[in-house]
């Protein structure tokens, strides 16, 4: 080989290394969580370097289906900007790429339509277009300029290129709708916890902090005050982030003051740096308190106890309205920044509203003259009075009797779950090779033998892998002969060199024949056989299989002779795993060989219950789908005849595993035993 050849290849490799870099950086920006605009600058910057292109763009949709230029690179290249009837074309191209069933397109230099409107490629360049498209909607398309010289395959490569990184920025939009859906779920949960907690008590304090803390967690601001109205002014009670209130602070004092006068105008006031708009006694005191807590923005909202809408009075009791004035004001500050978005504007309205009738429940239970008297001799009087003493006497027993019974009488303990009947003699068929489906020989319900051919798969990759092989094997072979007549007529150091050759080929023929072995055997893999003899349960093997790609290990279908024995098949809950386990040791203990018993009933005949004894308790748990984790239990029957005739593979059973005797009342409550010692006496541990 010459040094120029030499030079190729090594330019060559360190060209395909160059790429497979650009790739790793294409795959890790679509990954990460970085602003769009970054994302499309990082993700477009590296696909033109890769391709060795002219320039790119990447064209974003917005919300109503408009396109609109999100990143470029040498955009100016196209000359777009010169020519305004090859800018229109040009933007018909896209649209109608948009809105093609197909994602990737390569468009000749001065090619289109014969309308303006059929979209075309007016440039002197190779357009490569990728349309990035979610579940949800087509997010946008991506442009490479290319050099029109090349040759088709390399053409088609551009193509496969950019069809694979928009594969990479469909992966990043998506990850970003998941996102944006998960943090509205968030605040919605959010709002949730934050109604739920300010309406679980009637007592105005703990309300009142209750709104604080958790309305600054919902609007995340930086602090949420409460004030109520006492004597004509408004007194700070709650301030989120601190469990007292020191009154005769200053700042306190001034926000009080802001918070009387934004109640007496009754209209909210937000501030942020402009007071122009403002009333003068209110401007007087919002400027009092920002100069001295150099808050950045400060909103105030008047509490008042009833909203009354006009619209349900006609036009001649509207002036016999009286609205009832603020009881108190709620205030929001953000300490550093200035600028407020829609959004927290809208999550304050949401704060203030549910506020108001949270605090104004509070004061008026609390309004209730000797309430806190009344609420004692109500829980407690009337159940001694001699008329009531007897039945009080009378439950006390009761329940004094129950409670002795539930620590003392010791009661079956047994842990239900569901499963079926299946048979003992069935196995799953897996491909041991990855391919596509390309012959189905059977189908639901038919009778097969062990080594039946149930389908073949066919691997284009493999079968190229062959007969690569298969040519280097003969291109080997070749050199070896025409070496072998080399060294009859060669002298002797012009033999040892032969030789030497004569050896490497050798080897690279015993390695590429070990190479042949191999592909035979994962070749003979693509033609699957029956494990066992029985009957093919899987229903639409044509729906599931037929010209379907499968990989290595994937479950195809399920062979299994349900005329033979039946066996339980249970889905035990993992909760309950622990009680099982704790039995079967405490028996084994005494005997080794003590088996777990099972009670179950069938699902087609619930009034008979059969008996069953474990057989295998999996080690591992699974999810399959349902609500819950689970553990397989397998259980043979112990009276198999005493089945009913209708009994058959598949039918569902409800069976419950004997775990000794336990106190009735540990039987009855065991579950929410756990539930505390996991929630609560953890915490203390």
């Given at each position: 080989m010459s040094s120029e050849q030499r030079y190729d290849a090594n330019m060559l490799?360190?060209?395909?290394?160059?790429?497979?870099?650009?790739?790793?950086?294409?795959?890790?920006?679509?990954?990460?969580?970085?602003?769009?605009?970054?994302?499309?600058?990082?993700?477009?910057?590296?696909?033109?370097?890769?391709?060795?292109?002219?320039?790119?763009?990447?064209?974003?949709?917005?919300?109503?289906?408009?396109?609109?230029?999100?990143?470029?690179?040498?955009?100016?290249?196209?000359?777009?900007?010169?020519?305004?009837?090859?800018?229109?074309?040009?933007?018909?191209?896209?649209?109608?790429?948009?809105?093609?069933?197909?994602?990737?397109?390569?468009?000749?230099?001065?090619?289109?339509?014969?309308?303006?409107?059929?979209?075309?490629?007016?440039?002197?360049?190779?357009?490569?277009?990728?349309?990035?498209?979610?579940?949800?909607?087509?997010?946008?398309?991506?442009?490479?300029?290319?050099?029109?010289?090349?040759?088709?395959?390399?053409?088609?490569?551009?193509?496969?290129?950019?069809?694979?990184?928009?594969?990479?920025?469909?992966?990043?939009?998506?990850?970003?709708?998941?996102?944006?859906?998960?943090?509205?779920?968030?605040?919605?949960?959010?709002?949730?916890?934050?109604?739920?907690?300010?309406?679980?008590?009637?007592?105005?304090?703990?309300?009142?902090?209750?709104?604080?803390?958790?309305?600054?967690?919902?609007?995340?601001?930086?602090?949420?005050s409460l004030a109520v109205m006492r004597g004509g002014r408004a007194k700070i009670e709650a301030v989120s982030g601190q469990d007292m209130v020191d009154k005769r602070s200053e700042t306190v004092k001034l926000l009080g003051d802001l918070a009387t006068a934004v109640v007496k105008a009754n209209e909210p006031m937000v501030y942020n740096g402009d007071s122009a708009n403002l009333a003068p006694q209110v401007e007087a005191a919002v400027e009092e308190y920002v100069d001295a807590s150099h808050t950045k923005t400060i909103a105030v909202y008047p509490l008042v106890a009833h909203t009354i809408d006009e619209k349900d009075y006609d036009e001649t009791e509207r002036d016999k309205l009286t609205i009832p004035p603020p009881f108190g004001?709620?205030?929001?500050?953000?300490?550093?920044?200035?600028?407020?978005?829609?959004?927290?504007?809208?999550?304050?309205?949401?704060?203030?509203?549910?506020?108001?009738?949270?605090?104004?429940?509070?004061?008026?239970?609390?309004?209730?003259?000797?309430?806190?008297?009344?609420?004692?001799?109500?829980?407690?009087?009337?159940?001694?009075?001699?008329?009531?003493?007897?039945?009080?006497?009378?439950?006390?027993?009761?329940?004094?009797?129950?409670?002795?019974?539930?620590?003392?009488?010791?009661?079956?303990?047994?842990?239900?779950?569901?499963?079926?009947?299946?048979?003992?003699?069935?196995?799953?068929?897996?491909?041991?090779?990855?391919?596509?489906?390309?012959?189905?020989?059977?189908?639901?319900g038919q009778q097969v033998k062990k080594g039946d051919v149930l389908l073949v798969l066919s691997n284009n990759e493999l079968e190229a892998e062959r007969q690569k092989n298969d040519g280097e094997l003969n291109e080997v072979e070749k050199q070896i002969l025409a070496l072998k007549e080399q060294s009859y007529d060669a002298k002797d150091a012009e033999r040892i060199r032969i030789n030497g050759q004569l050896a490497q080929y050798t080897e690279r023929k015993q390695t590429l024949s070990i190479q042949r072995q191999i592909l035979n055997a994962r070749n003979d893999d693509l033609t699957v056989r029956a494990p066992i003899d029985g009957t093919v349960m899987t229903f639409q093997l044509e729906n599931t299989l037929k010209s379907r790609p499968v990989q290595p290990g994937q479950i195809l279908m399920e062979i299994a002779q349900p005329d033979g024995e039946l066996q339980l098949e249970l889905q035990m809950p993992e909760k309950y795993m622990g009680h099982i386990e704790d039995y079967k040791r405490k028996i084994q203990e005494q005997d080794a060989n003590a088996p777990l018993k099972v009670k179950f009933v069938m699902t087609v005949d619930p009034s008979n219950s059969h008996d069953a004894t474990v057989t295998e308790v999996h080690d591992r748990a699974e999810n399959r789908g349902a609500e819950e984790t689970t553990v397989e239990i397998l259980a043979s029957i112990d009276d198999k005849s005493d089945l009913p005739e209708a009994a058959s593979a598949g039918m569902g059973v409800s069976a419950k595993i004997y775990c000794g005797k336990r106190a009735l009342g540990y039987v009855c409550f065991n579950e929410l035993v756990a539930f505390l010692q996991r929630t609560v006496f953890f915490w203390f541990q």
């Amino acid at each position: 080989m010459s040094s120029e050849q030499r030079y190729d290849a090594n330019m060559l490799e360190h060209t395909k290394q160059q790429i497979r870099v650009l790739v790793n950086e294409i795959a890790q920006v679509s990954r990460s969580d970085v602003a769009p605009d970054v994302f499309q600058a990082e993700f477009l910057t590296r696909v033109v370097r890769a391709l060795g292109a002219i320039g790119g763009a990447m064209w974003m949709t917005d919300e109503s289906g408009r396109l609109t230029l999100g990143y470029q690179v040498n955009l100016k290249e196209a000359k777009l900007h010169e020519d305004d009837e090859a800018n229109k074309v040009h933007s018909y191209l896209l649209y109608n790429t948009l809105r093609s069933s197909e994602n990737d397109l390569m468009i000749p230099p001065h090619s289109g339509g014969e309308g303006a409107n059929d979209g075309g490629n007016p440039t002197d360049f190779l357009l490569i277009l990728g349309v990035v498209q979610t579940e949800l909607e087509k997010v946008g398309v991506i442009e490479v300029f290319q050099r029109p010289d090349s040759n088709p395959a390399t053409q088609q490569g551009y193509l496969q290129f950019v069809r694979q990184v928009t594969r990479y920025a469909t992966e990043y939009y998506k990850n970003r709708q998941l996102k944006n859906f998960s943090d509205r779920q968030s605040l919605w949960t959010r709002l949730e916890d934050f109604t739920r907690n300010i309406h679980k008590t009637l007592d105005l304090r703990e309300t009142l902090y209750t709104v604080a803390n958790e309305g600054r967690r919902l609007i995340e601001c930086d602090r949420v005050s409460l004030a109520v109205m006492r004597g004509g002014r408004a007194k700070i009670e709650a301030v989120s982030g601190q469990d007292m209130v020191d009154k005769r602070s200053e700042t306190v004092k001034l926000l009080g003051d802001l918070a009387t006068a934004v109640v007496k105008a009754n209209e909210p006031m937000v501030y942020n740096g402009d007071s122009a708009n403002l009333a003068p006694q209110v401007e007087a005191a919002v400027e009092e308190y920002v100069d001295a807590s150099h808050t950045k923005t400060i909103a105030v909202y008047p509490l008042v106890a009833h909203t009354i809408d006009e619209k349900d009075y006609d036009e001649t009791e509207r002036d016999k309205l009286t609205i009832p004035p603020p009881f108190g004001a709620i205030v929001v500050e953000q300490i550093e920044d200035s600028n407020v978005s829609e959004h927290m504007m809208k999550r304050v309205e949401i704060v203030v509203e549910h506020a108001r009738v949270a605090v104004g429940n509070a004061i008026d239970h609390n309004s209730i003259f000797l309430a806190p008297l009344w609420q004692a001799i109500g829980k407690s009087k009337v159940l001694t009075t001699a008329r009531m003493l007897p039945k009080t006497i009378a439950v006390a027993l009761g329940v004094l009797a129950l409670i002795l019974a539930m620590i003392f009488v010791p009661w079956n303990f047994n842990m239900h779950c569901d499963g079926s009947l299946e048979p003992v003699a069935r196995r799953n068929v897996f491909a041991r090779e990855a391919g596509k489906v390309d012959t189905l020989l059977v189908e639901h319900g038919q009778q097969v033998k062990k080594g039946d051919v149930l389908l073949v798969l066919s691997n284009n990759e493999l079968e190229a892998e062959r007969q690569k092989n298969d040519g280097e094997l003969n291109e080997v072979e070749k050199q070896i002969l025409a070496l072998k007549e080399q060294s009859y007529d060669a002298k002797d150091a012009e033999r040892i060199r032969i030789n030497g050759q004569l050896a490497q080929y050798t080897e690279r023929k015993q390695t590429l024949s070990i190479q042949r072995q191999i592909l035979n055997a994962r070749n003979d893999d693509l033609t699957v056989r029956a494990p066992i003899d029985g009957t093919v349960m899987t229903f639409q093997l044509e729906n599931t299989l037929k010209s379907r790609p499968v990989q290595p290990g994937q479950i195809l279908m399920e062979i299994a002779q349900p005329d033979g024995e039946l066996q339980l098949e249970l889905q035990m809950p993992e909760k309950y795993m622990g009680h099982i386990e704790d039995y079967k040791r405490k028996i084994q203990e005494q005997d080794a060989n003590a088996p777990l018993k099972v009670k179950f009933v069938m699902t087609v005949d619930p009034s008979n219950s059969h008996d069953a004894t474990v057989t295998e308790v999996h080690d591992r748990a699974e999810n399959r789908g349902a609500e819950e984790t689970t553990v397989e239990i397998l259980a043979s029957i112990d009276d198999k005849s005493d089945l009913p005739e209708a009994a058959s593979a598949g039918m569902g059973v409800s069976a419950k595993i004997y775990c000794g005797k336990r106190a009735l009342g540990y039987v009855c409550f065991n579950e929410l035993v756990a539930f505390l010692q996991r929630t609560v006496f953890f915490w203390f541990q």
